[in-house]
T-cell receptor, first 111, second 111 residues
Framework: GQSLEQPSEVTAVEGAIVQINCTYQ??????LSWYQQHDGGAPTFLSY????GLEETGRFSSFLSRSDSYGYLLLQELQMKDSASYFC????????????FGTGTRLTIIP | GAVVSQHPSWVICKSGTSVKIECRSL??????MFWYRQFPKQSLMLMAT?????????EQGVEKDKFLINHASLTLSTLTVTSAHPEDSSFYIC???????FGQGTRLTVV
């Protein structure tokens, strides 16, 4: 099977930088994605990494190390609206047939 | 861009009744759609993969006779929760692509 672990809660200060980690176990790896979900809302796709390294999209960046089965989401210049739950997810295990989501991280931004 | 519409956004039903949730892809055709369930403060769990013109693929532990999925056209998949019970109360979310586009979600409360 597949499993992804994330810290359950993270608190950060407005304007600062925060990193949300994700470690995964999967029999076949086809990419790591990140999602943001506000309370009561649906997930919003943030980023996708198939290869090692850092992908940057505005204030958000995502990193992947396949050898370490590890990735992280980096949020810069934090804003109050960034308070939400963040999920990593992997495709597979045989290809692009489905997504398995991580345990989720509740990010709280404080003034 | 592509949009996925899910209806209703919330529903309250009596125990023992059935509820139908619709998921539509508005500007593209989706041969495959995905149904997830999310309990409060938990992650998204894939329930089933809906395949246009054929039977859905259910995840282990999901009762196919209780959660009926129909994908009769390239733009519409429906999930019917039959004989609903309070433990079925949850947030149900569809997606019409593997990872990028999700419906708004349906909050089901069974009383």
């Amino acid at each position: 099977g597949q499993s992804l672990e994330q810290p359950s809660e993270v608190t950060a200060v407005e304007g600062a930088i925060v990193q949300i980690n994700c470690t995964y176990q999967t029999s076949g790896f086809y990419g790591l994605s990140w999602y943001q979900q506000h309370d009561g809302g649906a997930p919003t796709f943030l980023s996708y990494n198939a290869l090692d390294g850092l992908e940057e999209t505005g204030r958000f960046s995502s990193f992947l190390s396949r050898s370490d089965s590890y990735g992280y989401l980096l949020l810069q210049e934090l804003q109050m609206k960034d308070s939400a739950s963040y999920f990593c997810a992997v495709r597979g295990p045989f290809g692009n047939e489905k997504l398995t989501f991580g345990t989720g991280t509740r990010l709280t931004i404080i003034p | 861009g592509a949009v996925v519409s899910q209806h209703p956004s919330w529903v309250i039903c009596k125990s023992g009744t059935s509820v139908k949730i619709e998921c539509r892809s508005l500007d593209f055709q989706a041969t495959t759609m995905f149904w997830y369930r999310q309990f409060p403060k938990q992650s998204l769990m894939l329930m089933a993969t809906s395949n246009e013109g054929s039977k859905a693929t259910y995840e282990q532990g999901v009762e196919k006779d209780k959660f009926l999925i129909n994908h009769a056209s390239l733009t519409l998949s429906t999930l019917t929760v039959t004989s609903a019970h309070p433990e079925d109360s949850s947030f149900y979310i569809c997606s019409a692509t593997l990872e990028a586009f999700f419906g708004q979600g349906t909050r089901l409360t069974v009383v």
